[in-house]
DNA sequence: TATTTTTTTGGTAACGTTAACGGTACTAAT
DNA sequence: ATTAGTACCGTTAACGTTACCAAAAAAATA
């Protein structure tokens, strides 16, 4: 039972005074530690309890130099890819009983910047990364510093740095692959910006797969969606295809950077009377929970989200326990999967 | 720039030693706090920065007795609703420079009641609640005492305390009453367990629309499915109708308690070839985001999300910032609005 | 009974920061 | 020359906890 007297939180100090003994022996009997005797405990728990004494962990995290805490930034806590990621995240957080402050940079360097700072603060024993840019300074220092974190979601070539992340290349590929099977002559492609790994690979496998069945890229066909962040990634796909439609490009098939873009592909198509797959066949990225539910059911790459979360932190977990001393550096890839569904 | 000279963190002391002043002339400087010589401030901040100091705010909060900080319990960050509804919370802090802790409870009342304590003992200012359970001990005596909380998205009669959620009632009624008007005969509804107000609510608004047209309310039209916490909701949608199907239940029309059920329900109808809303109409709750997506496009209930979410953390922080003497507690009664598509 | 061993407890200092207060040095006013 | 005022800086104590060591009490041994 908590109870806070008069708005005001009760301390060893109280409890020790009542119990007439001396605050590090009311200390020892509520952390479990061994020399105290049984009876005293007991005493000592039952008026804490009255009490309604709660402990302050920021004098314990200061006393004690850890804080059981770690940092996780993502770009859209809405965007259901990362909600099941950190799902996963959560998980493995609970078994190990470490607390998430969670920050939501909107894809903004300047957030991410500050965050990280914040949660350097709050001496969260380490941070779980999605990263949005290139390269930033200050992450490459705390890397340099061997401060523990993880980069989740994106490959950094060369970066001495844990990371886990999935194989876009092959994501990027199959996917395409699976188009020109289906009888697709000419496939584009809506991409994210082109600042990371994720789309990158992407793109990459998206070029391969053309490549290797004798077509040509061209550069024209790769649609670079800016300015869609914050859960504006359907609003974007939507917007592009209609674009394209209105230009009269010609396609019968689109690969989609990620499900939400494909949901506004469909959703402009269909709005047009172009049938799919009949007319366009789409391919979307990530297989999240609704991909199974619009209409036609939409052909995906499965990605291991709750298990990249859950793998993440279990990696960042081994870090902080393990000495900063380390040269060696994990790099996790997780398998992708074709999800064949309607829409291609 | 942040550094961290060899794993360790500087202290006000180390940037004292090397500036030649006192710890406090330190604080002094690096919190732009009055009494301090221009140019000694400029020599301590260029220190400072050279060292990479980052303060510690263990010490901070221990020392000063604010943390800035706000916990928020929901009870499922991947359901949209909940993400919406966040981001309005998240808004509101930024604005007024305020961290936020967030916590799943996954709708478990042991989960609420640890996180409760956890969010006690990292001392923060105030507590974001949105309450699964019909009623709690430990909540009523953070009431009691004064603790700042608001409850968000139920309503909890006759409790001191503040509060912020929708106009169910309304919500069910306005429902219920359109599929009435679009001539269904028989309609169900498929609701959460009946352990708030937001459940209850919504089930009073059906049976008022129903009786107010002459209609019986048939205690068996009323599908409770139980367990359906986690995201499970889609599932439970779905199996329920998929039971009523087999059962050979008579209706043509689905009142959900929430869109995701609502989507459970069109791909169960969907599969069993029934045609919607020719042959059953249904209307969702919440308005999601996907509800414009799916097909056929769902008729449902908007609730003001995003402004829950912030009027929420506008009112914690009105009763953080005022004394916790006053007696006067507000209720905010949100306004929810029919959203005609194609579902019914 | 005296001595050693074990169990249980208390005192002190420290974690890093800040607030209150006091002191010093310098300038301006009497 | 004395006083008053101001600007700047340092000392001290505190926030609540825990680690370390010493002390006391109890139990076991000689």
Redesign the interface.
């Known amino acids: 039972?908590?109870?806070?007297?008069?708005?005001k939180?009760v301390t060893l100090k109280d409890i020790a005074e009542k119990a007439g003994v001396s605050v590090n022996t009311v200390s020892r009997a509520l952390n479990n530690k061994p020399d105290i005797n049984p009876k005293t405990k007991e005493k000592i728990e039952k008026i804490a309890d009255e009490l309604?004494y709660?402990?302050?962990?920021?004098?314990t995290?200061?006393k004690s130099q850890v804080?059981n805490t770690i940092g996780v930034i993502v770009p859209d806590?809405?965007n259901?890819f990362f909600?099941?990621v950190?799902?996963g995240i959560?998980r493995a957080a609970k078994e190990k009983d470490y607390?998430?402050?969670?920050m939501?940079s909107e894809g903004l360097y300047e957030n991410e910047e500050q965050f990280?700072?914040?949660l350097?603060?709050?001496?969260v024993d380490g941070i779980l990364l999605f990263p949005m840019q290139k390269s930033y300074?200050?992450i490459k220092?705390?890397i340099r510093?061997?401060?523990p974190i993880v980069l989740v979601g994106r490959e950094y070539d060369g970066w001495d740095v844990d990371q886990i992340y999935s194989d876009e290349v092959k994501g990027g590929y199959i996917a395409t692959k699976y188009l020109i099977e289906k009888g697709c002559k000419r496939i584009k492609m809506i991409t994210d910006e082109l600042y990371n790994s994720a789309s990158f690979g992407r793109v990459e496998g998206y070029k391969k797969a053309l490549k290797e069945k004798g077509k040509k890229v061209q550069d024209q066909d790769i649609k670079i969606c800016d300015k869609i962040h914050e859960?504006y990634h359907?609003q974007a796909g939507y917007d592009e295809v209609t674009k394209m439609l209105k230009q009269k490009e010609i396609f019968d098939g689109i690969f989609c950077y990620n499900d939400l873009i494909a949901?506004g592909a469909?959703?402009a198509l269909k709005e047009h009377g172009i049938r799919i797959p009949k007319d366009v066949r789409i391919v979307g990225y990530d297989d999240i929970?609704?991909s199974s539910?619009?209409?036609p059911e939409l052909t995906t790459i499965r990605v291991k989200k709750e298990e990249m979360g859950y793998e993440a932190f279990n990696m960042l977990y081994k870090r902080i326990k393990s000495d900063?001393i380390s040269n060696s550096f994990v790099k996790k890839i997780l398998d992708v999967e074709l999800i064949i569904r309607k829409s291609a």
């Open positions: 039972m908590i109870k806070l007297t008069q708005a939180f309604g709660v402990k302050n962990s920021y004098a995290m200061l804080s806590s809405s259901p909600s099941e950190f799902k959560d607390q998430i402050i969670m939501n990280i700072r914040t350097l603060e709050r001496r300074e200050d220092e705390l510093e061997r401060f859960g359907i949901y469909i959703k929970t609704f539910l619009i209409e900063r």
